[in-house]
Protein backbone atom coordinates (compact mmCIF):
# COMPACT_ATOMS: atom_id res chain seq x y z
CA UNK A 1 0.00 0.00 0.00
CA UNK A 2 3.07 2.12 0.30
CA UNK A 3 4.20 1.89 -2.84
CA UNK A 4 1.33 3.44 -4.43
CA UNK A 5 -0.20 5.90 -1.53
CA UNK A 6 1.80 8.73 -0.14
CA UNK A 7 0.75 10.14 3.23
CA UNK A 8 4.39 12.60 3.51
CA UNK A 9 3.63 15.07 5.31
CA UNK A 10 1.18 14.15 7.17
CA UNK A 11 0.56 13.39 11.12
CA UNK A 12 -1.35 10.51 12.55
CA UNK A 13 -2.80 9.19 16.11
CA UNK A 14 -3.05 5.69 16.86
CA UNK A 15 -4.52 4.52 20.19
CA UNK A 16 -3.21 1.50 21.56
CA UNK A 17 -1.07 1.87 19.20
CA UNK A 18 2.12 -0.14 20.23
CA UNK A 19 0.88 -3.94 19.83
CA UNK A 20 -1.33 -5.99 17.79
CA UNK A 21 -4.04 -4.65 15.41
CA UNK A 22 -2.66 -1.05 16.58
CA UNK A 23 0.91 -2.25 15.97
CA UNK A 24 0.00 -3.33 12.17
CA UNK A 25 -1.46 0.35 11.47
CA UNK A 26 1.16 2.45 12.94
CA UNK A 27 3.83 0.21 10.82
CA UNK A 28 1.41 0.74 7.62
CA UNK A 29 0.68 5.08 8.09
CA UNK A 30 4.96 4.54 8.90
CA UNK A 31 5.40 2.95 5.85
CA UNK A 32 3.37 5.24 3.82
CA UNK A 33 5.37 8.13 4.97
CA UNK A 34 3.11 9.87 7.64
CA UNK A 35 4.21 11.05 11.26
CA UNK A 36 2.84 8.42 13.73
CA UNK A 37 1.94 9.70 17.58
CA UNK A 38 1.04 6.46 19.76
CA UNK A 39 -0.67 6.06 23.26
CA UNK A 40 -1.20 3.45 25.58
CA UNK A 41 -1.39 2.96 29.26
CA UNK A 42 1.87 1.47 29.66
CA UNK A 43 5.10 2.19 27.61
CA UNK A 44 5.72 -0.41 25.28
CA UNK A 45 9.09 -2.57 25.35
CA UNK A 46 10.59 -0.58 22.23
CA UNK A 47 8.86 1.40 19.76
CA UNK A 48 7.05 0.71 16.82
CA UNK A 49 9.53 1.07 13.96
CA UNK A 50 9.23 0.49 10.14
CA UNK A 51 10.86 1.73 6.53
CA UNK A 52 13.57 2.82 9.29
CA UNK A 53 11.04 5.63 10.74
CA UNK A 54 10.07 5.03 14.15
CA UNK A 55 6.57 5.87 15.67
CA UNK A 56 6.48 8.43 18.83
CA UNK A 57 5.24 7.26 21.76
CA UNK A 58 3.23 9.14 24.52
CA UNK A 59 1.57 7.22 27.62
CA UNK A 60 -2.25 8.33 28.48
CA UNK A 61 -5.37 6.73 29.25
CA UNK A 62 -7.84 6.91 27.14
CA UNK A 63 -10.62 6.89 29.87
CA UNK A 64 -9.64 10.11 31.46
CA UNK A 65 -11.18 12.92 29.26
CA UNK A 66 -9.07 15.52 30.49
CA UNK A 67 -5.76 13.61 29.75
CA UNK A 68 -7.20 13.17 26.52
CA UNK A 69 -8.00 16.90 25.91
CA UNK A 70 -3.98 17.39 27.08
CA UNK A 71 -2.84 14.91 24.82
CA UNK A 72 -4.29 16.54 21.65
CA UNK A 73 -3.51 19.95 22.61
CA UNK A 74 -0.32 18.69 22.62
CA UNK A 75 -0.08 16.83 19.25
CA UNK A 76 -1.30 19.99 17.76
CA UNK A 77 1.52 22.20 19.77
CA UNK A 78 3.77 20.32 18.36
CA UNK A 79 2.79 19.18 14.77
CA UNK A 80 0.64 21.89 13.84
CA UNK A 81 -1.82 19.58 12.96
CA UNK A 82 -3.62 16.49 12.98
CA UNK A 83 -4.88 14.36 9.49
CA UNK A 84 -5.80 11.14 11.04
CA UNK A 85 -6.87 9.80 14.01
CA UNK A 86 -7.50 5.99 14.62
CA UNK A 87 -9.56 5.04 17.71
CA UNK A 88 -8.05 1.62 18.18
CA UNK A 89 -7.39 1.26 21.75
CA UNK A 90 -9.49 -1.51 23.29
CA UNK A 91 -10.58 -4.35 23.95
CA UNK A 92 -12.21 -7.23 26.82
CA UNK A 93 -12.16 -10.55 28.89
CA UNK A 94 -14.16 -12.96 28.16
CA UNK A 95 -16.99 -12.75 30.69
CA UNK A 96 -20.49 -14.16 30.20
CA UNK A 97 -23.41 -11.10 31.13
CA UNK A 98 -24.44 -13.67 34.45
CA UNK A 99 -20.91 -13.78 35.73
CA UNK A 100 -20.02 -9.97 35.78
CA UNK A 101 -21.79 -7.03 37.60
CA UNK A 102 -23.11 -3.99 35.97
CA UNK A 103 -19.55 -1.90 36.99
CA UNK A 104 -17.69 -3.99 35.12
CA UNK A 105 -19.80 -4.17 31.75
CA UNK A 106 -19.76 -0.20 32.08
CA UNK A 107 -16.23 -0.58 32.51
CA UNK A 108 -15.98 -2.52 28.83
CA UNK A 109 -18.29 0.04 27.43
CA UNK A 110 -16.28 2.78 28.41
CA UNK A 111 -13.10 2.00 27.07
CA UNK A 112 -14.89 0.42 23.61
CA UNK A 113 -17.36 3.23 23.34
CA UNK A 114 -17.28 6.46 26.18
CA UNK A 115 -13.19 6.43 25.34
CA UNK A 116 -13.35 6.64 21.83
CA UNK A 117 -15.88 9.38 22.03
CA UNK A 118 -13.97 11.31 23.64
CA UNK A 119 -10.87 11.17 21.60
CA UNK A 120 -13.03 11.91 18.76
CA UNK A 121 -14.11 15.30 20.08
CA UNK A 122 -10.61 16.33 21.31
CA UNK A 123 -9.17 15.71 17.24
CA UNK A 124 -12.17 17.48 16.13
CA UNK A 125 -11.26 20.62 17.51
CA UNK A 126 -7.78 20.69 16.42
CA UNK A 127 -9.02 19.02 12.77
CA UNK A 128 -12.30 21.15 12.01
CA UNK A 129 -10.28 24.57 12.09
CA UNK A 130 -6.64 23.57 9.81
CA UNK A 131 -6.75 23.69 6.19
CA UNK A 132 -8.20 19.94 4.47
CA UNK A 133 -9.75 18.83 7.75
CA UNK A 134 -9.04 15.71 8.86
CA UNK A 135 -10.40 12.07 9.26
CA UNK A 136 -11.34 9.84 11.93
CA UNK A 137 -11.52 6.00 11.84
CA UNK A 138 -13.28 3.63 14.62
CA UNK A 139 -12.12 0.17 14.76
CA UNK A 140 -15.23 -1.98 14.79
CA UNK A 141 -16.30 -5.00 15.65
CA UNK A 142 -17.78 -7.97 13.71
CA UNK A 143 -19.08 -8.59 17.50
CA UNK A 144 -21.32 -5.23 16.94
CA UNK A 145 -23.05 -6.76 14.03
CA UNK A 146 -23.88 -10.07 15.52
CA UNK A 147 -24.53 -12.04 18.72
CA UNK A 148 -21.52 -11.57 20.83
CA UNK A 149 -21.85 -14.47 23.67
CA UNK A 150 -18.93 -13.77 26.58
CA UNK A 151 -18.56 -10.15 25.21
CA UNK A 152 -21.83 -9.09 25.21
CA UNK A 153 -20.93 -5.50 26.49
CA UNK A 154 -17.78 -5.20 24.14
CA UNK A 155 -20.48 -6.29 21.25
CA UNK A 156 -22.78 -3.62 22.45
CA UNK A 157 -20.24 -0.90 22.81
CA UNK A 158 -19.14 -1.61 19.06
CA UNK A 159 -22.39 -1.15 17.82
CA UNK A 160 -22.83 1.53 19.46
CA UNK A 161 -19.69 3.13 17.60
CA UNK A 162 -20.42 2.07 14.07
CA UNK A 163 -23.82 4.29 14.82
CA UNK A 164 -22.18 7.20 16.01
CA UNK A 165 -19.06 7.27 13.06
CA UNK A 166 -22.16 7.56 10.98
CA UNK A 167 -23.75 10.48 13.19
CA UNK A 168 -20.58 12.11 13.24
CA UNK A 169 -20.01 11.45 9.28
CA UNK A 170 -23.12 13.97 9.22
CA UNK A 171 -22.53 16.10 11.77
CA UNK A 172 -18.72 17.06 10.90
CA UNK A 173 -18.59 17.04 7.09
CA UNK A 174 -17.61 18.47 5.16
CA UNK A 175 -14.59 19.34 7.19
CA UNK A 176 -14.19 15.98 8.94
CA UNK A 177 -14.55 12.37 7.50
CA UNK A 178 -15.32 9.31 10.01
CA UNK A 179 -15.69 5.77 9.07
CA UNK A 180 -15.25 2.56 10.54
CA UNK A 181 -13.45 -0.50 9.97
CA UNK A 182 -15.60 -3.50 11.33
CA UNK A 183 -12.79 -6.28 11.95
CA UNK A 184 -13.21 -10.09 11.99
CA UNK A 185 -10.74 -12.37 13.60
CA UNK A 186 -7.30 -10.82 13.04
CA UNK A 187 -3.58 -12.88 14.12
CA UNK A 188 -1.82 -11.01 16.95
CA UNK A 189 1.12 -12.02 19.66
CA UNK A 190 -2.14 -13.16 21.80
CA UNK A 191 -4.09 -15.40 19.52
CA UNK A 192 -2.85 -18.26 21.29
CA UNK A 193 -4.85 -17.54 23.85
CA UNK A 194 -7.91 -17.10 21.92
CA UNK A 195 -7.37 -19.91 19.65
CA UNK A 196 -4.37 -22.15 21.22
CA UNK A 197 -1.81 -23.76 19.20
CA UNK A 198 -0.35 -23.20 15.63
CA UNK A 199 -2.77 -25.80 14.63
CA UNK A 200 -5.87 -24.43 16.53
CA UNK A 201 -5.22 -21.08 14.85
CA UNK A 202 -5.12 -23.03 11.42
CA UNK A 203 -8.59 -24.60 12.12
CA UNK A 204 -9.80 -21.54 13.22
CA UNK A 205 -8.44 -19.78 9.73
CA UNK A 206 -10.04 -22.55 7.79
CA UNK A 207 -13.51 -20.81 9.23
CA UNK A 208 -12.88 -17.47 7.07
CA UNK A 209 -14.16 -17.77 3.55
CA UNK A 210 -10.42 -16.33 2.71
CA UNK A 211 -8.87 -19.42 4.32
CA UNK A 212 -7.13 -17.39 7.61
CA UNK A 213 -7.27 -14.88 10.22
CA UNK A 214 -6.47 -11.57 9.33
CA UNK A 215 -2.71 -10.19 9.99
CA UNK A 216 -2.63 -6.55 11.81
CA UNK A 217 -0.81 -5.54 8.27
CA UNK A 218 -4.41 -6.38 6.38
CA UNK A 219 -5.76 -3.78 8.96
CA UNK A 220 -3.31 -1.09 8.36
CA UNK A 221 -3.66 -1.37 4.74
CA UNK A 222 -7.05 -0.88 5.06
CA UNK A 223 -6.29 2.56 7.70
CA UNK A 224 -3.90 3.69 4.88
CA UNK A 225 -6.42 4.06 2.24
CA UNK A 226 -8.75 5.59 4.54
CA UNK A 227 -6.26 8.23 5.07
CA UNK A 228 -5.67 9.04 1.40
CA UNK A 229 -7.13 11.36 -1.13
CA UNK A 230 -8.23 7.70 -2.93
CA UNK A 231 -10.76 7.57 0.01
CA UNK A 232 -11.63 11.49 -0.46
CA UNK A 233 -15.70 10.88 -0.88
CA UNK A 234 -15.84 8.06 1.69
CA UNK A 235 -17.24 8.73 4.94
CA UNK A 236 -20.31 7.46 7.20
CA UNK A 237 -19.09 3.92 5.94
CA UNK A 238 -18.77 0.82 7.71
CA UNK A 239 -15.45 -1.06 5.48
CA UNK A 240 -15.71 -4.66 6.37
CA UNK A 241 -12.10 -6.48 7.50
CA UNK A 242 -13.06 -9.65 8.08
CA UNK A 243 -12.03 -12.07 5.15
CA UNK A 244 -15.61 -12.45 4.31
CA UNK A 245 -17.32 -13.00 7.09
CA UNK A 246 -18.60 -16.50 9.05
CA UNK A 247 -20.09 -19.26 7.07
CA UNK A 248 -23.21 -19.70 8.40
CA UNK A 249 -23.51 -22.86 10.37
CA UNK A 250 -26.69 -23.88 8.87
CA UNK A 251 -25.20 -24.98 6.19
CA UNK A 252 -22.76 -27.10 7.60
CA UNK A 253 -26.01 -28.69 9.59
CA UNK A 254 -28.01 -29.37 6.70
CA UNK A 255 -28.42 -33.22 5.55
CA UNK A 256 -29.78 -32.32 2.15
CA UNK A 257 -28.11 -33.58 -0.22
CA UNK A 258 -27.15 -31.07 -3.18
Known amino acids: ?85 VNNAGGTPFRMLGEGGAEQHARVVELNLVAPLTASLAAYEVMRRQSGGGLIVMIGS ?62 VGRTVPLGRLAEPADIGDACVFLASDRAAYISGAALHVHGGGERPAFLDAATVNN
Open 1 to 85: MAAIIDLSGKVAVVTGGTRGVGAGITRALLEAGAQVVTCARRTPDKPVEAAGRTARFLPLDVRDPQAVGGFFEQVRSEYGRLDTL
Open 142 to 203: VSGTRPSPGTAAYGAAKAGLENAARSMAVEWAPRVRVNTLVLGMVRTELSHLHYGDEDGIAA
